[in-house]
Protein backbone atom coordinates (compact mmCIF):
# COMPACT_ATOMS: atom_id res chain seq x y z
CA UNK A 1 0.00 0.00 0.00
CA UNK A 2 1.10 3.47 -0.84
CA UNK A 3 0.87 6.36 1.83
CA UNK A 4 -1.29 9.23 0.77
CA UNK A 5 1.93 11.30 0.18
CA UNK A 6 3.24 8.88 -2.14
CA UNK A 7 6.89 9.18 0.21
CA UNK A 8 6.63 5.05 0.98
CA UNK A 9 5.03 1.98 0.47
CA UNK A 10 4.64 -0.79 3.00
CA UNK A 11 4.46 -4.14 2.00
CA UNK A 12 3.25 -7.27 3.25
CA UNK A 13 6.83 -9.72 2.49
CA UNK A 14 4.57 -13.15 2.74
CA UNK A 15 7.05 -15.45 2.93
CA UNK A 16 9.83 -13.71 5.46
CA UNK A 17 6.30 -13.04 7.86
CA UNK A 18 7.33 -9.60 7.99
CA UNK A 19 6.28 -6.03 6.69
CA UNK A 20 8.83 -4.37 4.65
CA UNK A 21 9.10 -0.22 4.43
CA UNK A 22 10.05 1.23 1.03
CA UNK A 23 11.20 4.76 0.46
CA UNK A 24 9.59 5.88 -2.89
CA UNK A 25 12.14 8.38 -4.00
CA UNK A 26 15.26 5.84 -3.07
CA UNK A 27 14.28 2.72 -3.29
CA UNK A 28 15.34 1.88 -0.33
CA UNK A 29 13.78 -1.09 1.83
CA UNK A 30 14.07 -1.77 5.35
CA UNK A 31 11.86 -4.21 7.82
CA UNK A 32 9.53 -2.08 9.66
CA UNK A 33 7.86 -5.23 12.08
CA UNK A 34 8.40 -9.14 11.67
CA UNK A 35 10.73 -11.59 13.54
CA UNK A 36 10.90 -13.48 10.12
CA UNK A 37 9.24 -16.04 11.69
CA UNK A 38 6.08 -17.14 11.29
CA UNK A 39 3.56 -16.80 14.74
CA UNK A 40 1.06 -14.00 16.11
CA UNK A 41 2.38 -11.70 18.54
CA UNK A 42 1.99 -8.57 19.21
CA UNK A 43 5.29 -6.37 19.80
CA UNK A 44 7.25 -3.71 18.60
CA UNK A 45 9.84 -4.05 14.90
CA UNK A 46 11.09 -7.80 15.41
CA UNK A 47 9.04 -8.20 18.60
CA UNK A 48 6.11 -8.66 16.20
CA UNK A 49 5.12 -11.70 14.15
CA UNK A 50 3.20 -12.48 11.42
CA UNK A 51 1.66 -15.89 9.95
CA UNK A 52 2.19 -15.16 5.96
CA UNK A 53 1.09 -11.63 6.17
CA UNK A 54 -0.62 -10.97 2.55
CA UNK A 55 -2.29 -7.35 2.75
CA UNK A 56 -1.80 -3.90 4.00
CA UNK A 57 -3.32 -0.80 3.84
CA UNK A 58 -2.39 2.69 4.87
CA UNK A 59 -4.72 5.16 6.49
CA UNK A 60 -5.25 7.99 4.56
CA UNK A 61 -3.24 10.93 7.34
CA UNK A 62 -0.54 8.18 7.34
CA UNK A 63 -1.04 7.64 11.12
CA UNK A 64 -1.40 3.95 11.04
CA UNK A 65 -1.63 0.29 8.67
CA UNK A 66 -3.67 -2.78 9.35
CA UNK A 67 -2.15 -5.76 8.11
CA UNK A 68 -4.09 -8.80 7.36
CA UNK A 69 -2.36 -12.13 7.57
CA UNK A 70 -3.62 -15.79 7.93
CA UNK A 71 -4.87 -15.85 11.35
CA UNK A 72 -5.40 -12.04 12.56
CA UNK A 73 -5.75 -8.14 11.45
CA UNK A 74 -2.60 -6.06 13.01
CA UNK A 75 -2.70 -2.43 13.60
CA UNK A 76 0.60 -0.78 12.94
CA UNK A 77 0.79 2.76 14.41
CA UNK A 78 4.33 4.33 15.75
CA UNK A 79 2.42 6.32 18.56
CA UNK A 80 0.47 3.67 19.79
CA UNK A 81 2.39 0.95 22.56
CA UNK A 82 2.92 -2.18 20.28
CA UNK A 83 1.07 -3.69 17.52
CA UNK A 84 -2.43 -4.64 18.38
CA UNK A 85 -4.18 -8.11 16.85
CA UNK A 86 -7.81 -8.07 16.51
CA UNK A 87 -8.99 -11.39 15.76
Not at 10 to 39: E, W
Request: hydrophobic content about 35%; charged content about 15%.
Amino acid sequence: SISQSGDFALVADKGNHNIRHITIATGVVTTLAGSGSSGSADGTGTYASFNQPFRVAVSPDNTFALVADSHVLQLLCPRCPGFRQYK
